[in-house]
């Protein structure tokens, strides 16, 4: 089983809501990934848990907040958003970097996320 | 600047036809991953591969990965209409993933 979970698949907020998006594996992953993609361009890599501890924050505006309440979840907490933050947000989880073989991410598919 | 350079950005065929996707770096991976994307979806991994050199096949994809691990290429033989969509590239190193824009192929019946 390679599946990655997430919830909603679809997203409408104010820029003064607070939602959040929820990813979920049971593959024993210890590394989760947050990404971001814009239509017709590829993802973008925001954070990165590694045995949910952060490990990796491409400088994503604090208005995104992760948290990895335990290793089978990860979770995107959203306040404030700007209309430019409209995109799909994928998740995705690996075993970790033990070995080369063990990178491989597989992905959610997808929350769409649109903020008026 | 893109980490991962994939040509062509845009490909149209007929069905029945051959194609190679190229993904190329200056840097060096630990290992390659190859995905395809359906609009509004994840991507959906196809392969991976981790040894320089290596050849990987399914079915009519062929992948290979370059001697010094920073280029690889997908062959597609007898292309279908089934295998229109986006496929993207991505290297990793120490966690870090880092995709190729992308090729939007599409075959035509």
């Known amino acids: 089983d390679t599946e990655v979970t997430q919830t909603p698949k679809h997203l409408v907020m104010g820029m003064t809501n607070k939602k959040s998006l929820k990813c979920e594996q049971h593959m024993g992953h210890r590394a989760m990934y947050w990404y971001k993609q814009k239509a017709k361009k590829p993802p973008e890599l925001m954070f990165v848990y590694s045995y949910e501890k952060l490990s990796i924050n491409e400088s994503v505006p604090s208005r995104f907040s992760p948290e990895c309440p335990n290793s089978s979840l990860l979770n995107l907490h959203l306040h404030a958003l700007q209309p430019e933050d409209s995109a799909l947000y994928l998740c995705?989880?690996?075993?970790?970097?033990?070995?080369?073989?063990?990178?491989?991410?597989?992905f959610g598919p997808g929350t769409r996320l649109l903020v008026l | 600047t893109q980490l991962l350079e994939q040509s062509p950005q845009f490909l149209s065929i007929q069905e029945g036809e051959n194609l190679t996707v190229y993904c190329n770096s200056s840097?060096?991976?630990?290992?390659l991953q190859w995905y395809r994307q359906e609009p509004g979806e994840g991507p959906v991994l196809l392969v991976t591969?981790?040894?320089?050199?290596e050849v990987k096949k399914l079915k009519r994809l062929t992948f290979q990965f370059g001697d010094a691990r920073k280029d690889s290429s997908l062959h597609i033989t007898a292309a279908q209409t089934g295998d229109t969509g986006l496929y993207l590239c991505a290297g990793a190193k120490n966690n870090d993933m880092r995709f190729g824009a992308g090729t939007r192929l599409t075959v035509k019946p």
């Open positions: 591969v981790v040894t320089g050199g």
């Open positions: 995705a989880s690996s075993q970790n970097v033990q070995a080369r073989s063990q990178e491989t991410q597989y």
């Open positions: 840097s060096v991976f630990s290992s």
